[in-house]
């Protein structure tokens, strides 16, 4: 179907009666590119306050082709603050894990508080993005937004030259292109329309590069009550362990197992130029996770439900581009606002940028200026926000994870083989069992750079 018809028969009618220009030109107030967080965020936003908007998702649905874990939802909860009623969540965080992985051995710490079994339940929880993007897409339709799915954004259309040049509209795959005053690109990780458009307004690049890490997840059904007896769960409790380790040796990353309702999600992240440096591949990796004595107990006798993959922007504050041009404006991971610390959050971050997108675009338009000066408020905001502070605070993460290699195999491995002699049971006495452990865990490794190293690795907490 062409696009003018799809629009003309959309089943959910827009907030306002869509401009069509003449036969063949469709024209908006915004279009916002990317149906994930920070696109529906937007949306959210701008149709709330009236726009006319419209959200291309390449996907078949949004969601479709989304990756991720855990969601915190502060920010959902002021877009959408009956969300708990109603929104796709798996199960909320009550309990945190860290686990350090040997070959066979593990040592792990855990964390957990009853408040966190009650609303808002620490604004943590385990979804299924599949389902979760799928039912905020239908909450921004609702807002008045108009979804366009199934349909691929190859580039903007521009007029001007020079610093006058701006986006007058998106061309889409195999369809007729569409205008808009305003385009929030939020197309995600590997956004090659946000790529191009930084070309062609001459926007700066971060000070750095941008470097990617690839996440790869499996989820895994079990019956219900099997997944709680194994994780030792209420039926309103969850669970989240973070792992480093052995399954990762030579990898800059780390893995994760999350309880759904009746599943487990079980996956990694790791800097993509390590697998090519390490002769290894994502799923050798994931085998090996998942193969490891203390994750395969969690998992053993389940049915593989899904296997997905998604790159990260993982270079944080310093590769974050000029997120402003002419009527456009850049939010989520297009513009690689991820914090890679031990938080890992990128899509509160996305729903944070988006709504202060959105907002903007909704100021710009009452006061009729969409033009770089008038949309720099989106970057005030921003910087006046969590998001802004804390990617700055963590701005020395992916140096330290890349000059610190030994955190993500050799030290948990020592930690783990330390814990092990110091409580082997033998005929030696406890004072000679002790002392050959710690110059076992203290061999290998020269003092200064054991002290260098936990004096950069502080930077990640
Ligand atoms: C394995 C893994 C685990 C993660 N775990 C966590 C976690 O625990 N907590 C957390 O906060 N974050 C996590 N993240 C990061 C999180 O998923 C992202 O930060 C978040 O999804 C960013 O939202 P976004 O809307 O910017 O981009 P996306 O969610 O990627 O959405 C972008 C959308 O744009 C669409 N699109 C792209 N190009 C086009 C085009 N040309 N035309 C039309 N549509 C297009 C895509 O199909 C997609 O739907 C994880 C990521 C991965 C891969």
């Not at 078949?60 to 959902?76: D, M, R």
């Amino acid at each position: 179907m062409r696009f003018a018809d799809k629009l003309r028969n959309y089943s959910i009618a827009p907030a306002k009666p869509l401009s069509l220009m003449d036969e063949e030109q469709v024209k908006l107030d915004a279009l916002v590119i990317g149906g994930g967080p920070a696109g529906l965020s937007a949306a959210c936003a701008m149709a709330g306050a009236g726009m006319e908007v419209g959200v291309l998702e390449r996907g078949e649905f949004c969601g479709a082709k989304n990756v991720s874990g855990l969601l915190y939802t502060t920010v959902l909860s002021e877009i959408l603050p009956d969300y708990l009623e109603s929104a796709p969540l798996e199960r909320p965080v009550t309990r945190r894990s860290l686990a350090f992985l040997d070959r066979e051995a593990y040592w792990s710490v855990s964390f957990g508080s009853e408040a966190w079994c009650e609303k808002p339940y620490n604004h943590t929880h385990v979804v299924y993005r599949a389902q979760f993007d799928r039912w905020f897409a239908g909450q921004t339709e609702e807002l008045g937004a108009t979804l366009l799915e199934g349909m691929v954004v190859e580039n903007l259309l521009y007029e001007g030259e020079g610093a006058t040049k701006r986006p007058v509209g998106v061309q889409i795959r195999d369809d007729e292109p569409l205008y808009a005053d305003v385009i929030v690109l939020a197309d995600g990780a590997n956004c090659m329309v946000t790529d191009r458009a930084i070309n062609e307004l001459n926007l700066s690049r971060g000070a750095q590069e941008q470097t990617w890490a690839v996440g790869v997840k499996q989820i895994i059904s079990l019956p219900r009550e099997k997944l709680e007896d194994r994780f030792n769960l209420e039926p309103n409790e969850g669970c989240a362990i973070d792992y480093i380790g052995v399954p990762f040796e030579g990898l800059v990353g780390g893995g994760f197992v999350y309880t759904g309702r009746e599943s487990v999600v079980v996956g990694f992240a790791a800097k993509a130029e390590t697998f090519k440096h390490n002769r290894v591949s994502p799923a050798q990796v994931m085998d090996a996770f998942i193969q490891h004595p203390a994750v395969r107990r969690y998992v053993q006798g389940g049915n593989l439900e899904e296997y997905s993959a998604h790159m990260i922007p993982e270079s944080g504050y310093r590769a974050i581009p000029e997120m402003v041009g002419n009527h456009v404006m850049i939010a989520g991971d297009a513009a690689g606002l991820v914090n890679m610390s031990m938080y890992h959050e990128g899509s509160n971050h996305a729903m944070a940028s988006g709504r202060a997108a959105g907002e903007t675009a909704a100021v710009a338009r009452e006061a009729g200026d969409f033009s770089k000066e008038a949309l720099q408020p989106y970057v005030q905001k921003l910087r006046a926000s969590f998001v802004m502070r804390d990617l700055s605070k963590y701005k020395d993460v992916p140096e330290v994870m890349d000059s610190v290699p030994e955190l993500f195999s050799l030290y948990p491995s020592k930690v783990c083989s330390l814990l092990i002699d110091f409580f082997e049971v033998s005929l030696r006495s406890k004072a000679e069992v002790q002392k050959q452990a710690i110059q076992k865990f203290l061999s290998g490794v020269p003092k200064l750079k054991g002290i260098r190293d936990i004096w950069k690795v502080r930077k990640l907490i």
